[in-house]
T-cell receptor
């Protein structure tokens, strides 16, 4: 069956611009997660959705970052006024019970 | 706050060797522990998931163990192959998210 998909796979943007990253979870998965991996570093948790609600957004690094989920399906992560330190691979994962997360291929964001 | 550490950070071995990758965590109140493989430029592939009530899981040449009381997990790779070359990540599931280690970068040469 179809796995988690993310788009775009790569995004290059100029400093100060806004970007939107998209995640399509596995159909029927109620939980959705966003993580970030900066070059040479480990994965950092950003935000978690259960259905369309975000009970834990403790990992969002600043108020320039926001995320939403609609229809208990697709999620978008928006970064406003991008900075160079936002350059990273943004990974999305979904989960349906058993606490096992399935990851998408990621979006590589480069801020110039 | 959960901290996950992986040792070694990098490993280079000849084909055929048996390997042990180590993962330690500071908070034993975990729901499960998951091992992933990450290939350059790609996402994460789940290898094994050990529930908190379990001691080990096996899949093919891979075996992962979990000792919650000591805060340790190991991933054993038998008869390593060049195709095993990748970064291996362990992650503990705490409350509502995965906490990742920084990974072990494995290279298996022919």
């Amino acid at each position: 069956g179809a796995g988690v998909s993310q788009s775009p796979s790569n995004k290059v943007t100029e400093k100060g611009k806004d970007v939107e990253l998209r995640c399509d979870p596995i159909s029927g998965h109620t939980a959705l997660y966003w993580y970030r991996q900066r070059l040479g570093q480990g994965l950092e948790f950003l935000i978690y959705f259960q259905g369309n609600s975000a009970p834990d957004k403790s990992g969002l690094p600043s108020d320039r970052f926001s995320a939403e989920r609609t229809g208990e399906s697709v999620s978008t992560l928006t970064i406003q006024r991008t900075q160079q330190e936002d350059s990273a691979v943004y990974l999305c994962a979904s989960e349906q019970g058993a606490n096992e997360q399935y990851f998408g291929p990621g979006t590589r964001l480069t801020v110039t | 706050k959960q901290e996950v550490t992986q040792i070694p950070a990098a490993l280079s071995v000849p084909e055929g060797e048996n390997l042990v990758l180590n993962c330690s965590f500071t908070d034993s109140a975990i729901y499960n522990l998951q091992w992933f493989r990450q290939d350059p430029g790609k996402g994460l592939t789940s290898l094994l998931l050990i529930q908190s009530s379990q001691r080990e899981q096996t899949s093919g040449r891979l075996n992962a163990s979990l000792d919650k009381s000591s805060g340790r997990s190991t991933l054993y790779i038998a008869a390593s192959q060049p195709g095993d070359s990748a970064t291996y990540l362990c992650a503990s599931y705490n409350t509502d998210k995965l906490i990742f280690g920084t990974g072990t970068r494995l290279q298996v040469f022919p």
